[in-house]
């Protein structure tokens, strides 16, 4: 079946420093694959997404290509803010099975100023 | 709009009571689902519904049954619970399941089973 494995944290960085937050998948077909961020004590919002391969997703500084070849979909970001502290899901939808997406344990990540 | 919103946010249960979780969504969403979410497990399906009136099992449907009634609300029960439900639920809607769509979530409910 699908499945998303990415980094587990906690991922510490100081403010301004390169963040990558590595994810790969397995998956049926030809998915979409998704970056969610979790806000402390909130639901889920969409942060990018990429379609078919070579797309590149980006969103508020974020950005993360649709890598076929080696099925991933890094997430990077080139100087983090403390407002970025929160929890990151990779997922995936590929419509080959239940009508939902699958996703990685989540990154926690914390900016320290 | 509202977006997606949940009923309640907060609840603890004793082991064999049952409860309904209560999700509404106003923009006129056709596919609604549930989550929950475990430390270190990421999100997991338990149910879907495609539209009014149907329902389907996820990953994870047991001890769980789902309504959709109306296409705007899609309600989660647990007819006895167990320790092993203590977890935090999210609801989500989306137009469709095209792979471009995106899911909405709403703020979640923190179930904790005694």
């Known amino acids: 079946g699908d499945s998303v494995t990415q980094m587990e944290g906690p991922v510490t960085l100081s403010e301004e420093a390169f963040l990558t937050i590595n994810c790969t998948y397995t998956?049926?077909?030809?998915?979409?694959l998704f970056w969610y961020v979790q806000y402390p004590g909130e639901g889920l919002q969409l942060l990018l997404k990429?379609?078919?391969?070579?797309d590149k997703g980006s969103n508020k500084g974020f950005e993360a290509t649709y890598r076929k070849e080696t099925t991933s979909f890094h997430l990077e970001k080139g100087s983090v803010q403390v407002s970025d502290s929160a929890v990151y899901f990779c997922?995936?939808?590929?419509?080959?099975?239940?009508?939902?997406?699958?996703f990685g344990k989540g990154t926690h990540l914390i900016i320290q100023p | 709009n509202a977006g997606v919103t949940q009923t309640p946010k907060f609840r603890v249960l004793k082991t064999g009571q049952s409860m309904t979780l209560l999700c509404a969504q106003d923009m006129n969403h056709e596919y609604m689902y549930w989550y929950r979410q475990d430390p270190g497990m990421g999100l997991r399906l338990i149910h879907y519904?495609?539209?009014?009136?149907?329902?389907a099992k996820g990953e994870v449907p047991d001890g769980y049954n789902v309504s959709r009634l109306k296409k705007q609300n899609f309600l989660l029960g647990l007819e006895s619970a167990a320790p092993s439900q203590t977890s935090v639920y999210f609801c989500a809607s989306s137009y469709s399941t095209s792979g471009s769509d995106t899911q909405y979530f709403g703020p979640g409910t923190r179930l904790t089973v005694l």
């Open positions: 997922a995936l939808y590929s419509g080959g099975g239940a009508d939902g997406l699958t």
């Open positions: 990429a379609t078919k391969a070579d």
């Open positions: 998956a049926t077909g030809y998915p979409s």
């Open positions: 519904s495609v539209g009014e009136g149907t329902t």
